[in-house]
């Protein structure tokens, strides 16, 4: 089992470039979440699915648009990069969001210019 | 807006020490308060974890302190090694999301 994967693990943006980081998780969990790590910040939740098919707001959801393509993959999506996402965004899963644990992805790093 | 404040940011102990990481809360409707390792360039990792209604858990070198009245938890570390030496996150979860506190960059000398 890999666990959770991230892709891309680099990348950088100009600003007003869109892009998407993709997640995947075969560990069969109904939950599936996005976070950023900014130093001094802790992990803050941008969004996250409880389910396959559905998608809630976090605390910093703003210039940000996820996608639940299935249970396995939920995606996450930059329509105009901003300086101010440079950051480290990770992915996670739960078999149940309200039971269990968090699984973390190895993370992606992104800087826009 | 944090809910979960976490201290000291930075911590350095000898090996065989007992590095202390504390936070504190105020949500009183938090159930559940994980702690988290992470490593440079890797995910975070969970640790230990604790709910409301106990005071204490401990698995092996690693110990959670939990006082619920003064809405604090703290995180020991029992004979402290330098494959310890990580990034510390404590937690706390409502309504199945998780708020993390700061972080804490844990460094343990040889």
């Known amino acids: 089992n890999a666990g959770v994967t991230q892709t891309p693990k680099f990348q950088v943006l100009k600003t007003g470039q869109s892009m998407t980081l993709q997640c995947a998780q075969d560990?069969?969990?109904?939950?599936m979440y996005w976070y950023r790590q900014d130093p001094g910040m802790g992990l803050r939740l941008i969004y996250y699915s409880a389910s396959e098919g559905t998608t809630d707001k976090g605390e910093v959801p703003n210039g940000y648009n996820v996608s639940r393509l299935n249970k396995r993959e939920f995606s996450l999506r930059l329509e105009s990069a901003a300086p101010s996402q440079t950051s480290v965004y990770f992915c996670a899963s739960s078999e149940e969001a309200y039971i269990n644990e968090q699984f973390f992805g190895p993370g992606t790093r992104l800087t826009v210019l | 807006q944090q809910q979960v404040k976490q201290s000291p940011q930075s911590l350095i102990v000898q090996k065989g020490g007992i590095p202390i990481i504390n936070c504190a809360y105020e949500?009183?409707?938090?159930?559940?308060f994980p702690w988290y390792q992470q490593f440079p360039g890797k995910g975070p990792a969970l640790l230990i974890a604790i709910r409301p209604d106990v005071s204490e858990k401990k698995e092996g070198r690693f110990t959670i302190s939990f006082n619920k009245s003064a809405k604090q938890f703290s995180l020991h570390i029992m004979d402290s090694q330098p494959g310890d030496s990580a990034t510390y996150f404590c937690?706390?979860?409502?309504?199945?999301?998780?708020?993390f506190g700061q972080g804490t960059i844990l460094t343990v000398h040889p």
């Open positions: 937690a706390a979860r409502f309504y199945g999301k998780l708020t």
């Open positions: 560990m069969n969990h109904n939950s």
């Open positions: 949500n009183t409707a938090f159930d559940y």
